[in-house]
């Protein structure tokens, strides 16, 4: 996968592109615009931690609130090498329209470990996560930032983040993250959450552009939680997953991947290259495949100018966060390729992050069935306003979910004026 971050490859910078094309067509005022395009608060933590070994390594951290506007900041935290803050930022920034499009009580936040994570022990895992949250502490609760998984991150590092908080505040509380595990206060559903919006979002496109999901030809780059989620609800829908790629390799099978089979070798394997039942199949050539339904699941910056031309998907749908540039983004569009963006797509995990939330603070848990049905409601709500939104003022998905989404904001920033 392509890495991220640095001064020429600003993350943000994208982010901003989208942003001023919507904001134009709003005629957004100067000021709301000066206040949307700034983070709220950006955090930065040294945080020792004695290695097995006995030395001590100091890790760096971030946490970004981009927006509280509307609420608590709410996003992941990611433990990667090649975190920045400026990734980060972008990311909060994402959060923000994402839970704006979501409809949902919450700003956005996101935050990072520069680490490698396959190379520290659990010990070394869970002191560098534990200290990581007591330098932050002061920032996030309940009701000011409440964190999530994201990239190398898990139900498990969030039952530590909430076990650390509790300790610091002095009695149990699970609402401070969401993600957690069920006998912590998460939320029946909320792992295939996010897979289950990219499924809905897939099917919705589809019919958007003309054609049916079920027999629909699909691709799946990156076979994490959310693509191999992702293609599992689209197989049991009817559609075809003829290919798949992840970090290690892929595999292609022009009538079909036996999908419950990949996905119990994936589990095994941590990958799915050496599959039996296709043939080998390398990044690269997913992107010029002909395909209905191309789903980019794994890091940002996946389709650029150097693949763009090659994809002959009839529609995109962007299950990770940033996997398409601005110019290619422009390119697909137009080629007539339909494109779901990442703030609609990827909308659901936060979506039922929120619904674990509120059942935390509540103290009342809902069945599986129920997170499902509100969750395929609150989906289809999101879609269908900004498919409207995208007819009505003849432009591309993207650029109709930030017209959405910073319309929300923005009069929510007028309505409660500015604080001097």
């Given at each position: 996968?392509?890495?991220?971050?640095?001064?020429?490859?600003?993350?943000?910078?994208?982010?901003?592109?989208?942003?001023?094309?919507?904001?134009?067509i709003?005629?957004?005022?100067?000021?709301i615009?000066?206040?949307?395009?700034?983070?709220?608060?950006?955090?930065?933590?040294?945080?020792?931690?004695?290695?097995d070994?006995?030395?001590?390594?100091?890790?760096?951290?971030?946490?970004?609130?981009y927006?509280?506007?509307?609420?608590?900041?709410?996003?992941?935290?990611?433990?990667?090498?090649?975190?920045?803050l400026?990734?980060?930022?972008?990311?909060?920034?994402?959060?923000?329209w994402?839970?704006?499009?979501?409809h949902i009580?919450?700003g956005?936040?996101?935050?990072?470990?520069i680490?490698?994570?396959?190379?520290?022990?659990?010990?070394e895992?869970?002191?560098?996560?534990?200290?990581?949250?007591?330098?932050?502490?002061?920032?996030?609760?309940?009701?000011?930032?409440?964190?999530?998984?994201?990239?190398?991150?898990?139900?498990?590092?969030m039952?530590?983040?909430?076990?650390?908080?509790s300790?610091?505040?002095?009695?149990?509380e699970?609402a401070?993250?969401?993600?957690?595990?069920?006998?912590l206060?998460?939320?029946?559903?909320r792992?295939?959450?996010?897979?289950?919006g990219?499924?809905?979002?897939?099917?919705?496109?589809?019919?958007h552009?003309?054609?049916?999901?079920?027999?629909?030809?699909?691709?799946?780059q990156?076979?994490?939680?959310?693509?191999?989620?992702?293609a599992?609800?689209?197989?049991?829908?009817?559609?075809?997953?003829?290919a798949v790629?992840?970090?290690?390799?892929?595999?292609?099978?022009?009538?079909?991947l036996?999908?419950?089979?990949?996905?119990?070798?994936?589990?095994?394997?941590?990958?799915?290259?050496?599959?039996?039942?296709g043939?080998?199949?390398?990044?690269e050539?997913?992107?010029?495949?002909?395909?209905?339904?191309l789903?980019?699941?794994?890091?940002?910056?996946?389709?650029?100018?150097?693949?763009?031309p090659?994809?002959?998907?009839?529609?995109?749908v962007?299950?990770?966060?940033?996997?398409?540039?601005?110019?290619?983004?422009?390119?697909?569009?137009?080629?007539?390729?339909v494109?779901?963006?990442d703030?609609?797509?990827?909308?659901a995990?936060?979506?039922?992050?929120?619904?674990?939330?509120?059942?935390?603070?509540?103290?009342?848990?809902?069945?599986?069935?129920?997170?499902?049905?509100?969750?395929?409601?609150?989906?289809?709500?999101?879609?269908?306003?900004?498919?409207?939104?995208?007819?009505?003022?003849?432009?591309?998905?993207?650029?109709?979910?930030?017209?959405?989404?910073?319309?929300?904001?923005?009069?929510?920033?007028r309505?409660r004026?500015m604080?001097?």
């Open positions: 996968m392509a890495a991220i971050g640095g001064p020429d490859n600003s993350l943000f910078g994208a982010m901003l592109t989208e942003f001023e094309e919507a904001a134009k709003l005629s957004l005022e100067p000021g615009w000066r206040i949307l395009t700034h983070p709220k608060r950006q955090i930065i933590v040294s945080c020792p931690v004695q290695m070994s006995g030395e001590v390594v100091v890790f760096t951290g971030f946490r970004v609130q927006n509280i506007t509307l609420g608590p900041a709410k996003g992941g935290i990611r433990y990667h090498p090649n975190v920045t400026d990734e980060v930022t972008a990311l909060a920034a994402w959060m923000t994402k839970c704006a499009i979501a009580p919450f956005g936040g996101k935050g990072g470990i680490c490698d994570p396959n190379l520290l022990s659990r010990r895992l869970e002191a560098l996560t534990r200290r990581y949250v007591a330098e932050i502490i002061d920032a996030i609760g309940p009701q000011k930032d409440v964190p999530a998984p994201d990239v190398n991150t898990n139900e498990q590092t039952a530590w983040i909430m076990d650390t908080y300790m610091h505040i002095g009695h149990t699970t401070v993250v969401t993600g957690k595990p069920v006998e206060g998460g939320s029946l559903g792992r295939e959450a996010t897979g289950r990219v499924m809905i979002c897939a099917r919705e496109a589809a019919k552009a003309g054609f049916n999901i079920r027999g629909a030809t699909v691709g799946v990156g076979f994490g939680n959310v693509g191999s989620v992702s599992d609800l689209l197989d049991q829908a009817g559609a075809k997953i003829v790629v992840d970090w290690k390799g892929g595999v292609y099978n022009a009538k079909g036996d999908v419950p089979k990949l996905l119990e070798y994936g589990s095994q394997n941590k990958t799915v290259a050496g599959f039996s039942g043939e080998p199949l390398t990044n050539q997913l992107f010029k495949l002909e395909l209905d339904v789903i980019p699941a794994a890091l940002e910056k996946q389709i650029t100018m150097d693949n763009a090659s994809i002959r998907a009839k529609v995109v962007e299950g990770a966060n940033g996997p398409t540039t601005p110019d290619a983004h422009n390119h697909l569009h137009q080629r007539g390729i494109v779901v963006p703030i609609l797509a990827n909308s995990g936060v979506t039922a992050s929120y619904f674990e939330w509120v059942q935390d603070r509540h103290g009342y848990f809902w069945t599986e069935k129920e997170v499902n049905e509100r969750l395929e409601q609150k989906m289809m709500q999101a879609f269908d306003a900004i498919r409207q939104v995208a007819l009505g003022y003849k432009v591309d998905l993207r650029t109709a979910a930030y017209i959405v989404a910073i319309k929300r904001v923005a009069d929510v920033t309505v004026g604080y001097a």
